[in-house]
């Protein structure tokens, strides 16, 4: 579970003092607020998983809350107890996402 805390910690302290134009810059198919935003929703979608619950959308707030959301959907994977196998999927959908911002 440190290994996904660490990588979580590791994304927030890149992005947590972006300013909105830094969000809004290129990032493949799409804003740097959009890449963090599907990161947010692809944990929330493991965190469901972990909780045995169906996946629900998250909604797509203005991009200087993506780390407060980032912070939120993290601590609901870790409060689920969630298996080794889903973690490593969590740590490396935050791995990658770091690697593209």
Same mark, same amino acid.
């Given at each position: 579970m440190s290994e996904f805390?660490?990588?979580v910690e590791r994304l927030l302290t !890149?992005? &947590?003092h972006w300013e909105e134009r830094r969000w809004a810059a290129? %990032? /493949?198919a799409g804003s740097k607020g959009d890449l963090a935003h599907r990161l947010? !929703? &692809?944990l929330a979608d $493991? /965190?469901?998983e972990a909780e045995g619950r169906s996946a629900r959308a998250v909604p797509r707030l203005p991009d200087l809350v993506l780390p407060? !959301? $980032?912070r939120v959907v993290a @601590? @609901?994977?870790v409060t689920a107890g969630p298996s %080794? @196998? $889903?973690l490593t999927r969590a740590t490396t959908a935050v791995d990658e996402t770091r690697q593209l911002l």
């Open positions: 805390a660490t990588s !890149q992005v &947590r290129s %990032a /493949g947010v !929703q &692809r $493991l /965190g469901a407060d !959301q $980032l @601590d @609901d994977i %080794a @196998d $889903l």
